[in-house]
Nanobody, 119 residues
Framework: QVQLVESGGGLVQSGGSLRLSCAASGSIFSTHPMDWYRQAPGKQRELVATISSGHSTNYADSVKGRFTISRDNAKKTVYLQMNSLKPEDTAVYYC?????????????WGQGTQVTVSS
């Protein structure tokens, strides 16, 4: 069983910064890739950033150069540093991971944290 708890969302002005955190508990953290997704009102959930167990990262084109994903395996925490925020970054941000167990895929999500960027 994996539990993910996000924190760090809030209201920020355009151009500002926020750092999201996702604390994991349960299964082995260090061997699992971790993702951040976001969902804006009326839109589909989209992948924002991914970090592998080896700390390789990938980003959506819309956030490249502004967002940085990182992880601290000792703290079982993944972070999303968001700089130069834009109103279009407004969304609920979710932490996500996939755990395979006896050949079955399990998708785990946090409860989400709201990020609102005012113009």
């Amino acid at each position: 069983q994996v539990q993910l708890v996000e924190s760090g969302g809030g209201l920020v002005q355009s151009g500002g910064s926020l750092r999201l955190s996702c604390a994991a508990s349960g299964s082995i953290f260090s061997t699992h890739p971790m993702d951040w997704y976001r969902q804006a009102p009326g839109k589909q959930r989209e992948l924002v950033a991914t970090i592998s167990s080896g700390h390789s990262t990938n980003y959506a084109d819309s956030v490249k150069g502004r967002f940085t994903i990182s992880r601290d395996n000792a703290k079982k925490t993944v972070y999303l540093q968001m700089n130069s925020l834009k109103p279009e970054d407004t969304a609920v941000y979710y932490c996500h991971t996939v755990v395979w167990f006896i050949g079955k895929r399990g998708d785990y999500w946090g409860q989400g944290t709201q990020v609102t960027v005012s113009s």
